[in-house]
């Protein structure tokens, strides 16, 4: 668990912090909200058990990013879904041929494959989010979110062309949240964090942001080679970097790099 540090009070940073995160609560809201409505919510029109389970696969390959979609530029036939385990006994996965690929690296951000999925990463975006929209203005934030959630789907379906994992639905903001934790980097290079350590039964000790999240990076490009539990560490990996980079990109003119605006608490 991470506690971010506030900016020192009548600092550039924390006069920005007063004003309210709109795109950051926004993205939260948006998210939650489609977890409510779609069938890995409490929505009963979906039933329950195996019909509940089939409902969340055919969600998720109507409305998530599948890479073999995207580098083919149409949505799969029903052969080729045929193909996948069913997640019930009995479960088709209809094709879908009013699908757009392109749209769906926008959709599949806002689709999460259960509660502990979404809460994870908008506790991540709740924590860092506002200090980096601070930092870049809303607009910026925003556009670069959604840009970077993209960009990190693409680059993960390109390296997994010609693999099984080619044909299944990616879905959550993962990568577009990394790319916020990214630019978190580039931005608070000196902020302190407070992280409890399982470790030192959760004892509380103070490290800097680059540690935390440098480590945080080291562990998921880790992952990319000893994965295997059916997370994208890829996206991950792609959206840090990327944000890194946007955050260099995009920060504005005469900004200095300073402390976060804002405190809050991550897992």
């Known amino acids: 668990m991470v506690l971010s ?3 020192r009070a009548g600092s550039p940073a924390a006069e920005r912090a007063a004003r ?6 926004l993205l939260i809201a948006l998210a939650a909200l489609v977890m409510l409505l779609g069938p890995s919510g409490p929505n009963p029109l979906y039933g329950s058990g195996d019909a509940r389970a089939c409902a969340e696969q055919r969600y998720e390959h109507r409305w998530g990013a599948v890479p ?9 036939t029903a052969a080729q879904l045929s193909a996948l385990p069913p997640a019930a006994p009995g479960c088709v996965l209809p094709a879908t041929p009013g699908k757009s690929p392109e749209l769906s690296v926008l959709t599949a951000l806002f ?6 999925h979404l809460i994870g ?47 299944r639905a990616l879905v959550g903001a993962s990568g577009a949240i990394a790319g916020v934790l990214g630019a978190f980097l580039r931005l608070y290079p000196r902020a302190r964090v407070t992280a409890l350590v399982p470790l030192l039964l959760f004892l509380p000790l103070r490290f800097p942001a680059w540690l935390v999240l440098g480590l945080w990076f080291v562990l998921q490009s880790w992952s990319v080679t000893s994965g295997g539990d ?17 955050a260099w990109a995009a920060r504005p003119a ?3 790099l300073g402390a976060p605006s804002r405190t809050g608490v991550a897992q």
């Not at 689709?111 to 502990?116: I, K």
């Not at 997370?231 to 890194?244: E, K, M, N, Q, R």
């Open 5 to 7: 540090v506030p900016a």
């Open 20 to 25: 309210t995160p709109v795109a950051t609560y």
């Open 68 to 76: 073999a979609e995207l580098l083919g530029g149409r949505p799969l």
């Open 111 to 116: 689709v999460h494959a259960g509660w502990l």
């Open 121 to 167: 990463n908008l506790l991540f975006l709740y924590v860092f989010g506002p200090a980096v929209e601070a930092r870049l203005g809303r607009v910026r934030f925003l556009v670069g979110y959604l840009a970077i959630g993209c960009l990190a789907t693409y680059g993960y379906a390109l390296a997994e062309s010609g693999t099984p994992d080619a044909v």
């Open 230 to 246: 059916g997370v994208a560490y890829l996206v991950h990996v792609i959206g840090f970097v990327t944000g890194w980079l946007f």
């Open 254 to 256: 005469g900004d200095t």
